[in-house]
């Protein structure tokens, strides 16, 4: 399965194209959203998907005592949501900064021989640091960033290193596919979930 990931409200877009498994499930798909955008899934994360005809939207992610109705990412299988080119969702990463990403379904094909999946085939644009604050603050934080005589210059530079971790040193225009590394569904989900 093909997925365009685009991040919303910011200009010009940042944007991926992965290809994952038709077995994985939203859990294994948010690793992936993950790994190919260069978040540090340090936040939660749900996925809004709007249901058959009724277009009632429907949330799958990590279900807790106030979103009870949310659907278990891990139990819910992509194949079952996504059916057809063009099936849309809502992927939207710490609820404080509030990034929303569309994730479009834009192709349904048989596995290559010999492929690892999943891949990031394309992409423009490094990611936003974590906790920059949301798409205001990061506009805030480019336009630091483009002036080094800035008094708040050298101080957002050395936040950066901790924040931008898998982009430094940090270029926001700057993305390479072929430097993702998507890491184990399953790993992370033990990691995530495992008593301390």
């Not at 630091?144 to 430094?168: C, I, K, Q, V």
């Amino acid at each position: 399965m093909r997925f365009r990931i685009a991040l919303r409200h910011i200009d010009p877009v940042i944007w991926r194209l992965i290809e994952v498994p038709d077995t994985y499930s939203f859990w294994d798909l948010h690793v992936a959203i993950q790994d190919s955008m260069g978040w540090l899934d340090y936040h939660l994360h749900q996925f809004n998907v709007r249901q058959g005809r009724s277009r009632a939207t429907i949330t799958i992610g990590i279900p807790d005592e106030i979103l009870d109705d949310t659907i278990p990412g891990w139990e819910a299988s992509l194949s079952e949501w996504f059916k057809a080119v063009g099936d849309m969702a809502v992927y939207e990463y710490d609820f404080g900064d509030g990034w929303e990403h569309e994730v479009q379904l834009t192709g349904i094909a048989l596995p290559e021989p010999g492929q690892k999946y999943p891949r990031c085939i394309d992409g423009g644009r490094a990611c936003p640091p974590e906790d920059c604050g949301g798409p205001p603050g990061y506009a805030d934080l480019l336009e630091t960033l483009s002036d080094p005589s800035s008094e708040e210059y050298s101080s957002m530079a050395g936040w950066l290193e901790y924040h931008a971790r898998n982009y430094w040193p940090y270029d926001p225009e700057k993305f390479d596919p072929a430097g993702v590394k998507f890491d184990n569904p399953k790993t992370r989900f033990k990691r995530a979930f495992s008593e301390p």
